[in-house]
């Protein structure tokens, strides 16, 4: 036997002793989850209801002896933290967690990742990256959405990543919206509801997590969570027609995991202004009125939206209380992987001073026992190493290429016919300097673009001389990814006027700022394969079909 198999087989040991019945043929899942839950002391309860983050790519002493301690239900890897990095190092790391977890005397680990698509991807080196939500949800195809999403399971599973925050399912009714944006399929929640639902099966199917968000919906909001407490006022049955109905149509089709959003709904519960996470009308909705059974996942409690107003502690306490099943903490500014063994003993003290009762401790810790059951991370939670050939193929690839485009639209021409980037004519393409490494995807193989790299922050006395550069072009393609966070930018694309071909390759509403241009497309998204797709109708315009899935003022 190899170095590795020896390392190894210690570790598959004890999970087959501590997770195994002794009489598979005859004991059920249930039992199963019951005599584990029956098992675990009141501190491993408490971890049990924790997913927590770390720094670097591999474990290190602290780390290790921090799982030990905690006997957290799972860890989440970010990009930002350092933890990702090649596919076989992310492989490498989550067998090391997994070990580490186990060795120590606890559960297998959920090892998490938000893997949406589009502008959020944690991994994006060696696996397909697709270009997102509103990408599909312009595109209108729920194949596409189930497809992308069973590519997405089977390579995180591959590398050993068994939960995936994804799909949000956020109903877009504020264009300008500063957190959701191109994360949603759109303002329609019968779209929403289309779209997300067909990415739950494929999910389970390829044995990873599909965690909905963010309930009971971000989408109204003109707040980002990360930042303050958004508050969206709509009436009860606006958010009922709209904001909740996709979670309902989500529910029905078997959902397994729904994270909560930090923000307040006054709607739901008589003007209760209690963000949703600690609202316990938001999981009775759930529960009782949608019969939701599943887990209930809170967004990172380090968000300002909560950590403005209770400390990390409180607000897990607070958050068990309501309803939640898994608490998280993310990688929010200002926040340190240790913090999670406070939260650990302030539960424990929780429940020690009747805080929380032992009754709902128990309630949430069977419900993550029976998802880990469900999808085999209690029997089989290592990465599928044999299978990294299957990674970014080539049919994966192609699919992410016909999403983006299915998706591409054009929003409006008034040219007639749609200015093409020819090589003997080439065009003017008006590029964010700060984005100057993303234009590779949308020159590649033309010649008829020819970039002019202006920076975001450019003075309006700079303008001059950009328009004097650029006098007598009929057409200039401008980017106009997110105007409403570059003014002068802005500026500049409407001082171009019916010269410019807007460039959407991030949320649409940017388009709406500039209704004088002489034309606008949207991709909705910058990754590279979406650009790719632009570059090629730059430069052979076709009849694109594509809608636009939101409803922007003006348009």
Not at 121 to 131: C, D, E
Not at 249 to 259: D, E, R
Not at 520 to 549: C, H, I, M, N, Q
Request: proline share 8%; net charge neutral; glycine share 10%.
């Amino acid at each position: 036997m190899g170095r590795i198999g020896r390392a190894v087989m210690p570790v598959l040991l004890l999970l087959t002793v501590f997770c195994r019945p002794c009489c598979a043929e005859t004991v059920t899942s249930a039992d199963r989850v019951e005599r584990i839950l029956r098992s675990l002391s009141l501190e491993a309860k408490a971890g049990q209801v924790l997913m927590g983050f770390f720094r670097g790519d591999s474990v290190t002493p602290p780390l290790r002896s921090m799982i030990g301690r905690v006997r957290p239900a799972g860890m989440i890897l970010y990009s930002s933290t350092g933890n990702i990095g090649s596919p076989e190092q992310v492989a490498g790391l989550t067998r090391s967690l997994q070990e580490a977890a186990v060795s120590a005397g606890g559960l297998p680990l959920f090892l998490a990742v938000d893997q949406e698509g589009g502008r959020v991807n944690r991994l994006t080196r060696g696996v397909t990256v697709f270009p997102g939500n509103m990408p599909l949800g312009a595109a209108g195809d729920p194949e596409l959405a189930s497809k992308a999403a069973r590519v997405t399971a089977r390579e995180l599973r591959i590398l050993g990543i068994n939960a995936n925050f994804a799909p949000v399912a956020d109903v877009l009714t504020n264009p300008f919206n500063p957190v959701i944006g191109t994360r949603s399929f759109g303002s329609d929640p019968a779209l929403v509801a289309r779209m997300a639902t067909a990415m739950i099966a494929p999910a389970a199917e390829e044995g990873v997590l599909c965690v909905a968000k963010h309930f009971p919906g971000h989408g109204n909001t003109s707040v980002d969570s990360h930042f303050g407490l958004p508050v969206d006022d709509s009436p009860l049955e606006t958010l009922e027609k709209v904001h909740l109905a996709p979670f309902a149509a989500l529910v029905k089709a078997g959902v397994p995991a729904i994270m909560t959003a930090h923000v307040a709904m006054p709607g739901l519960d008589r003007g209760n202004p209690l963000p949703a996470t600690l609202l316990p009308k938001s999981y009775e909705i759930l529960r009782e009125e949608m019969g939701f059974s599943g887990l209930m996942v809170t967004d990172s409690l380090g968000m300002k939206a909560l950590d403005r107003f209770w400390s990390i502690e409180e607000t897990a306490v607070l958050a068990l209380q309501a309803g939640a099943d898994l608490v998280v903490l993310g990688a929010d500014p200002g926040h340190e992987p240790e913090e999670l063994e406070r939260i650990h003993r302030a539960l424990v003290l929780a429940v020690q001073t009747d805080r929380i009762s032992r009754s709902r401790l128990d309630e949430a810790v069977r419900r993550v026992l029976r998802v880990k059951e469900t999808l085999k991370v209690l029997d089989d939670p290592m990465p599928k190493t044999e299978r990294m050939g299957d990674l970014a193929s080539p049919e994966s690839l192609a699919l992410a290429e016909t999403i983006a485009r299915r998706a591409l639209t054009v929003v409006w021409n008034r040219f007639g016919r749609f200015p093409a980037a020819e090589a003997d004519k080439p065009k003017i393409l008006l590029w964010p300097l700060e984005k100057a490494g993303q234009i590779r995807s949308l020159l590649a193989g033309s010649a008829g673009l020819k970039p002019l790299f202006v920076s975001l922050s450019l003075r309006p006395e700079d303008f001059e001389g950009i328009l004097e550069g650029i006098e007598g072009e009929e057409a200039v393609y401008v980017w106009a990814g997110d105007l409403g966070k570059s003014p002068a930018w802005k500026d500049l694309a409407q001082r171009l006027g019916g010269r410019a071909v807007l460039l959407g390759v991030g949320s649409p509403a940017s388009l709406s700022l500039c209704p004088g241009a002489g034309a606008a497309v949207a991709t909705y998204s910058e990754t590279p394969v979406s650009l790719k797709v632009l570059g090629d109708f730059l430069r052979a315009p076709w009849s694109p079909t594509g809608k636009l899935p939101v409803a922007l003022p003006g348009l």
